[in-house]
């Protein structure tokens, strides 16, 4: 009996270092593509392009138009008001995930709180992109 606790316990340690190791190396991945992304032209429309499905893909429509004012600004309006820089990038993401007021008006965005920093950071850019600004 004792013995197959004991079995038991390192299967689950396995599993979980396993588990763990797998995950790192996601992270590694990541953290070696985000330079690319900044600096390969052709990757930073692969980005945009990415931004611009995720946008599609989520509820930003609802209240946003790429060129007409709707509930919220119309994104070519973001795009004009924001210079596309990285810090623009990090506090639109932010502003994506977490919501807010009174930068526009009194109505407030929504949070996604589901949507990942990554993911938040590719619709930031391809929203910034669309006033034909570049990255920089
Ligand atoms: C319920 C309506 C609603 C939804 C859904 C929504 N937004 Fe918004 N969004 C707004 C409003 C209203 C504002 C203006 C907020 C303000 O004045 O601070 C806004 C502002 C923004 C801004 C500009 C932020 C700033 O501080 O200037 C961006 C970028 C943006 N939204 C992107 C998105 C994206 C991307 C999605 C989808 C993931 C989305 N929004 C979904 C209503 C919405």
């Known amino acids: 009996m004792k013995n197959k606790i004991s079995l038991l316990l390192m299967v ?3 599993v979980t270092l396993t588990y763990c190791g797998s995950k790192k190396t ?5 953290d070696y593509g985000a ?3 900044t600096t390969t032209p052709v990757h930073a429309v692969d980005v ?8 599609k893909a989520s509820d930003c ?5 790429a060129t007409n004012k709707l509930i919220g600004p119309s994104h070519t309006d973001v795009a004009k008001k924001y210079e596309f820089t990285a810090a623009n990038v990090t506090y639109l993401a932010k502003k994506i995930i977490e919501g807010g007021t009174g930068v526009w008006g009194e109505i407030p965005m929504t949070p996604h709180a589901d949507i990942s920093q990554v993911d938040a950071e590719k619709m930031a850019r391809y929203v ?4 034909g600004e570049t990255e920089h």
Request: with cysteine; proline share 4%.
């Open 128 to 131: 910034l992109s669309l006033d």
């Open 61 to 65: 429509k609802t209240c946003h138009h």
């Open 26 to 30: 996601e992270t590694q991945t990541e």
């Open 48 to 55: 945009i392009a990415q931004g611009d499905a995720l946008v």
């Open 35 to 37: 330079p690319v992304e």
């Open 12 to 14: 689950l340690m396995v």
